[in-house]
């Protein structure tokens, strides 16, 4: 292979995405680099200017451009950082989600529109051969933080929770068929009935399958949201996935004028319950119950949302 055949490629992948016309591809006033910057923005959901630099590799003067004309078209705000008052947290607005999340429509349908001219046969040979170029040019390196992103789940993936929840638990703790129907219920009841403006459901993406996955609902008591059935795939760990996935919950329902966020798990899973420590959340009860086959300490833990900020 020679630097002729690399430039060779990259002429004819950037023509057929349109990247040298991006928004005019996707009938939108914005360029690829700004539609990436935006989608960013959109799946992580707490972000600042360095973190965006870091994440693409972005000059910082470019990038200093994209953010004033996001915040002149009303997509952005900016507030100080929670975590380092010297930088400027990056959020965007109602519109800035709903720009974002039109942007990932048209960009969806774009790429499902070139997929359908590849027949189906074909299309585990596109996937092998994409895989392997990303794998080599990654010169073998493990995954980083940066390489998930959070999303909203595609076709498909509500099953994914629920086959991925039942099979970890049956490996990990032996729980048996009751926890996978209990999944399968609370899947169902959102898949058929829940409002975007108040629920939703993150899946965490690495390499293009799903990693990990959360859900935020409506809790009976009003005011109150609740977070389920937070997952983290055993070779995913590490990458701080779960407390990304929690951050977006928490977020989401701040934002949703929720007042507290509840949650209910067990003791045995150490690791869910030190990630909800170190966002906040109290314990307020513990009970001991039998359930999926197995003898559980049941626990309720609650965070006030406007309360401690973090």
């Not at 989608?39 to 994440?55: G, V």
């Not at 898949?191 to 609902?217: K, N, S, Y």
């Not at 045995?268 to 906040?280: C, E, F, K, M, P």
């Amino acid at each position: 292979m020679t630097v002729q055949d690399v430039r060779s490629f990259n002429r004819f992948y950037t023509n057929v995405i349109g990247a040298l016309d991006y928004g005019r591809h996707l009938y939108a006033p914005y360029t690829l680099t700004e539609s990436r910057v935006l989608y960013e923005l959109a799946h992580s959901p707490r972000t600042d200017a360095a973190d965006l630099r870091n994440e693409l590799s972005l000059d910082a003067g470019y990038l200093s451009r994209i953010l004033n004309k996001f915040e002149q078209d009303g997509l952005i705000g900016r507030t100080p950082s929670e975590r380092d008052p010297r930088r400027r947290r990056i959020a965007l607005t109602a519109r800035g989600r709903e720009t974002a999340a039109l942007l990932d429509e048209r960009s969806r349908e774009s790429v499902g529109a070139l997929l359908a001219t590849v027949p189906a046969g074909d299309r585990p040979r596109l996937a092998e051969a994409m895989h392997t170029v990303r794998t080599l040019l990654s010169h073998g390196r493990p995954p980083r933080r940066e390489d998930v992103v959070l999303r909203e789940p595609g076709p498909g993936d509500l099953g994914w929770i629920v086959q991925r929840n039942a099979a970890l638990y049956a490996a990990e703790y032996g729980w048996n068929t009751d926890y996978e129907g209990l999944v399968a219920r609370i899947v169902a009841d959102f898949a058929e009935d829940h409002d975007p403006h108040l629920e939703r459901v993150w899946i965490a993406e690495l390499d293009g399958r799903p990693v990990g996955c959360v859900m935020c609902v409506r809790d009976d008591a009003p005011g109150t949201a609740r977070l389920r059935l937070l997952l983290v795939e055993p070779d995913a760990r590490g990458l701080r996935i779960g407390d990304r996935l929690v951050e977006a919950v928490i977020d989401f329902a701040r934002d949703g004028g929720y007042r507290d966020l509840v949650l209910w798990t067990n003791d045995v899973l150490s690791a869910a319950r030190r990630i909800y420590q170190r966002h906040g959340f109290v314990l307020v009860a513990e009970k001991p119950h039998r359930s999926f086959g197995a003898d559980l300490l049941g626990q309720d833990w609650r965070l006030d949302l406007h309360g401690a900020q973090e």
